[in-house]
């Protein structure tokens, strides 16, 4: 990605809530589409919260979902958008943006972990 | 501007990072997945001896190999949850061992080639096996390699 085609440092109300961003956090990793299952896990979130969550992020344009079974079971995959990486790297960008901002009392915070990579994701 | 603390902003990457290592670890290959890409590389390193004695024997063995290699790829999605896709050009730590893999076959091919066209048929056999070893170990390689650019989120858009 050259810097022209970075996308912009902005908060993105859609993903801001923890859940949702850990939803397209997972989803921005680098996996083609990853499955229900997998993602609640990862996640650590239950099958409604999931569900309800997925959908919102599907109306709003930025995940994909796509529909399947293995024998009777039914599968649901999911992957993001294109515009939903988009604004995934510009909340991302934002975050780092935020974490770097150090205010009095916080900051030099020696045993907070560096954000790593996410701004290549 | 949204007003923010800091240490909240970097406790939420640090927690999308924890999740990705969390899922990039359901990627760990099955034996199964481990034995059916193993027999795929023996077929495919079986090709230049059974073609000097088979008529067809490329095509088919082709055909087979590539049914096994998208058969096991789809497996592992389903166990795993997590879907690779069919091309893996995305994941930059894999590159080397896709080099690596892509001179093992043409190295793997001219030799027993050569062996076989010079009779030595049992030491062809050998680099087969020897060939068959290497790739599989560069398919875990690649396989590694991949896991360790989801556990990191570095992957070329």
Same mark, same amino acid.
Do not use: N
């Given at each position: ?7 912009? /440092? ?9 859940? +949702? ?13 990853? @499955?229900?299952? /997998? ?13 309800? =969550?997925? +959908?919102?992020? @599907? ?14 079971? &039914?599968? *649901?995959?999911?992957?993001? *958008?294109?515009?939903? +990486? ?6 991302? /960008?934002?975050? =780092? =943006? ?5 205010? @009095?009392? /916080? ?7 560096? &954000? ?6 | ?58 095509? #088919?063995?082709? !055909? ?18 997590? $879907?690779? #896709? ?21 190295? #793997? ?31 875990? #390689? ?6 360790? $650019?989801?556990?990191?989120?570095? !992957?070329?858009?």
């Amino acid at each position: 990605m050259t810097p022209a085609d970075k996308p912009a /440092a902005a908060l993105d109300p859609v993903i801001h809530p923890i859940t +949702r961003l850990s939803i397209c956090g997972l989803l921005a990793s680098g996996a083609e589409w990853v @499955e229900f299952a /997998a993602l609640r896990d990862a996640a650590g979130i239950s099958d409604s919260l999931l569900s309800k =969550q997925t +959908r919102f992020l @599907e109306e709003a344009g930025y995940v994909e979902v796509r529909k399947g079974a293995v024998g009777r079971r &039914p599968r *649901t995959w999911f992957r993001l *958008t294109p515009g939903g +990486r988009k604004a995934f790297q510009g909340h991302v /960008a934002w975050l =780092q =943006q935020a974490a770097r901002v150090s205010p @009095e009392g /916080a900051g030099g915070d020696a045993a907070a972990p560096a &954000p790593r990579a996410l701004a290549e994701s | 501007m949204v007003m923010r603390d800091s240490t909240e902003s970097v406790a939420e990457l640090e927690l999308l990072r924890a999740q990705r290592a969390q899922l990039a670890s359901r990627l760990k290959t099955p034996w199964w997945y481990v034995a059916v890409m193993a027999f795929g590389w023996a077929v495919a390193f079986a090709m230049p001896i059974g073609s000097r004695y088979l008529t067809g024997a490329t095509l #088919g063995g082709s !055909v087979l190999v590539i049914v096994v290699w998208i058969l096991a790829q789809r497996a592992l999605a389903r166990v795993s949850g997590v $879907d690779l #896709g069919m091309g893996t050009r995305q994941y930059p730590s894999s590159r080397p061992w896709t080099f690596a893999i892509v001179a093992i076959i043409f190295a #793997g091919d001219a030799a027993e080639s050569l062996l076989v066209e010079h009779r030595l048929l049992a030491a062809a056999i050998a680099v087969g096996v020897l060939a068959t070893v290497a790739g599989t170990g560069c398919w875990q #390689g690649h396989l590694r390699a991949v896991r360790r $650019d989801l556990e990191a989120g570095r !992957v070329a858009a």
